[in-house]
């Protein structure tokens, strides 16, 4: 080291020190991810944290303009979790959650790649204590949750680590405001409902008949009736009837032609 740098006080995120200067500061992975994207972080992280502002006031607004309105709010919110998560892995502890995050990944990263399973030991030794319902929530961020589980495959690269402990941050920086134990049950009732709309729509094909007459042969008036699952629209029974009287009419003037 050179003479600058011994005794000299360490600034955040400063990693090396110049053959003649001060301490180099490496960049924080949101001014990494400003630099790809072509923006400055500065004026970057300014715009982040101003509101979308609303062309008129919200009181005087259509239902349509108000529903347009949110849902540009929505979109930005979408496109910037990643930017935002970052930002508050960069603050915390002035950088020093950061720096100790990218070693644990260093520790643990088999070609620049850890996996799910590994993450829980992972945050836990950023002296993270999250319950098994926190842990759902974080990984179900990144698609590595299917139901209740786990998926314990699923790859997450430097970034993407970063990205998670800065959800974990975020996490836990909602408590000043909102109550754990109802944030958990409110997040388990979502997962419940979550499940059984995903397996209502896969039981859901069996009730829908193939009326393209593609895969069920569809020839005369018996066929096709037979062929389509009485009561499948709900509808009265003798609407019904009424129904698949007239879809076998149409399908023999259709191989009549």
């Known amino acids: 080291l050179g003479p600058a740098c011994r005794g000299s006080p360490v600034p955040r ?22 630099h790809e994207n ?25 239902d349509e303009e108000l529903e347009a309105h949110y849902r540009k709010a929505e979109e ?20 020093r959650l950061e720096r100790q995050a990218g070693k644990v990944f260093e520790k643990h990263a088999d070609g620049g790649i850890v996996c ?45 680590w970063m990205w998670m ?6 996490l836990k920086e909602s408590y000043q405001h909102i109550n754990p134990e ?24 069996e009730d829908w008949p193939d009326i393209s007459g593609q895969q069920v042969g569809l020839q005369t008036p018996a066929s096709t009736t037979a062929a389509l699952k009485p009561y499948s629209w709900k509808l009265h ?4 009837a009424e129904m698949l009287r007239q879809i076998g009419e149409q399908d023999i003037s259709s191989t009549q032609e």
Request: charge should be negative; glycine fraction near 4%.
């Open 38 to 62: 072509g923006k400055v972080p500065e004026d970057w992280r300014r715009e982040l944290a101003a509101p979308i502002m609303a062309e008129k006031c919200l009181l005087d607004m259509t």
């Open 237 to 240: 029974p003798e609407v019904e």
């Open 116 to 160: 799910a399973d590994m993450v829980p030991e992972m945050l836990e030794t950023l002296r993270y204590s999250l319950t098994n319902t926190e842990v759902h929530y974080l990984l179900r961020k990144f698609k590595a949750t299917a139901d209740f589980d786990m998926i314990p495959e699923v790859e997450f690269n430097r970034r993407q």
């Open 13 to 34: 995120r400063s990693a090396r020190c110049g053959p003649t200067g001060p301490p180099i500061a490496m960049p924080s992975a949101f001014e990494e991810l400003c």
């Open 76 to 95: 930005r919110a979408d496109a910037t979790k990643l930017d935002r998560a970052l930002i508050v892995l960069e603050r915390t502890q002035d950088g």
């Open 165 to 170: 402990v800065g959800e974990c941050q975020m």
């Open 182 to 205: 109802a944030f958990e049950i409110c997040y388990e009732n979502l997962v419940q409902m979550a499940k059984a709309k995903r397996e209502a729509a896969l039981a859901e094909p």
